[in-house]
């Protein structure tokens, strides 16, 4: 699960709030790949969905961003015998900015996501994702911070029920599931102030 909080840059003159152009900002996410590199009847395949995600691209050069939404890297045994590197070498060509993990995604071993995380191009975001100190756990990170199109974007990555449940398989815990993702969101981010606040929008430990 991803949250995505849109910076504010309004700036206020002595009588009057002068605005600076709005820009668009397209945000895409790929989610339940599951490895699938080759096409299929019911699978576009890493090619075909790279030449969509290029297409998409060109009708906003400088603002569109795109992220995982978990249970991309697992389910494929041309995928898993080679420990996810074929989708991590498709995300990279694709220019995903950070992803997530699901249930699917912790069949992997924790040493396994390590390795995978060196090779990535991107940052797997799981702000719930803590060791036995209560700590975000490495490698992950709980939050991403860039621009596109002149906006300044936060991401947040939470993990959601069933994640949790993989994850804990691993040693981790998901904290805040129960309170609700909104709250780690604010928590994690102290200068709100600085934001728009449809936070609750993006938000919330679902069920996958």
């Known amino acids: 699960m991803l949250a995505v909080l849109f910076a504010c840059q309004t700036a206020f003159a002595a009588k009057a709030a002068i605005m600076k152009p709005l820009g668009e900002v397209d945000i895409y996410s790929l989610s339940d790949f599951r490895g699938h590199i080759t096409e299929t009847e019911s699978n576009p395949g890493a090619l075909r969905l790279s030449g969509v995600l290029e297409s998409l691209t060109k009708q906003n050069p400088y603002g569109t961003a795109f992220l995982g939404g978990a249970n991309n890297m697992s389910g494929t045994p041309e995928n898993d015998q080679r420990l996810g590197d074929p989708t991590i070498l498709m995300l990279n060509s694709m220019g995903i900015a950070a992803t997530v993990l699901g249930a699917q995604d912790f069949t992997y071993e924790?040493?396994?996501?390590?390795?995978?995380?060196?090779?990535?191009?991107?940052?797997?975001?799981?702000?719930?994702?803590?060791?036995?100190?209560?700590?975000?756990?490495?490698?992950?990170?709980?939050?991403?911070?860039?621009?596109?199109?002149?906006?300044?974007?936060?991401?947040?990555?939470?993990?959601?029920?069933?994640?949790?449940?993989?994850?804990?398989?691993?040693?981790?815990?998901?904290?805040?599931?129960?309170?609700?993702?909104?709250?780690?969101?604010?928590?994690?981010?102290?200068?709100?102030?600085?934001?728009?606040?449809?936070a609750d929008q993006f938000t919330g430990c679902r069920r996958r």
């Not at 928590?187 to 102030?193: C, D, E, G, K, L």
């Open 110 to 198: 924790a040493h396994k996501i390590t390795n995978q995380v060196a090779t990535s191009y991107f940052a797997y975001l799981g702000a719930n994702v803590l060791n036995a100190d209560g700590k975000v756990a490495a490698p992950f990170k709980p939050y991403l911070l860039f621009n596109r199109g002149g906006a300044n974007i936060g991401v947040v990555g939470l993990l959601g029920g069933q994640a949790a449940r993989g994850g804990a398989g691993q040693g981790l815990s998901c904290g805040a599931c129960r309170s609700g993702g909104t709250a780690m969101c604010r928590r994690i981010a102290p200068q709100r102030r600085r934001y728009c606040d449809p």
